[in-house]
């Protein structure tokens, strides 16, 4: 009997691990043509290390957690990135995909952005809401 158990358990276990294997391809190629240009805009956007076009496409709940001191200080720090110049690649990850099965839907990219200093590790955070697309979460790197 409890032999059938384990095997019941793995089966079901197996079930789901393919299931969302098949839910993220669906996620990441659904998100492909408009989440990943929309990485590209915002980052556009915002390294002209400003305040107003950072803050523009925060999502509120990244707006509440950040205080102004922290904003210039991202500011001052990624201003040395200079202006982007393009995205050399971008992996969707499945995990933050699969995640959001169980709360508010978010797209998580990592990967690899030019800017004007040279390559940057880009990881971002998105939701979306009416179509449009906010930063939840991001941070930079040098590459």
């Keep these: ?33 408009t989440a990943e240009p929309a990485v590209a805009q915002i980052l556009a956007e915002i390294s002209d290390w400003q305040r107003e076009p950072l803050l523009r496409h925060l999502a509120p709940e990244a ?25 050399e690649e971008l992996e969707f990850s499945r995990t933050v995909s699969a995640f959001s099965l169980f709360g508010e839907k978010r797209i998580n990219y990592s990967g690899v952005a030019n800017f004007d200093g040279g390559p940057v590790n880009v990881n971002i955070t998105l939701i979306e809401r009416n179509g449009f697309f906010f930063v939840y979460n991001f941070t930079l790197t040098s590459g």
């Design 1 to 33: 009997m409890q032999v059938h158990t384990l095997r019941f358990i793995i089966a079901i276990l197996l079930t789901v691990v393919i299931m969302l294997y098949f839910h993220t391809n669906r996620e990441r190629d659904h998100y492909k043509n």
């Design 63 to 87: 707006k509440k957690t950040v205080t102004d001191e922290q904003v210039e200080g991202l500011l001052n720090l990624y201003r040395n990135f200079g202006r982007f110049r393009s995205v």
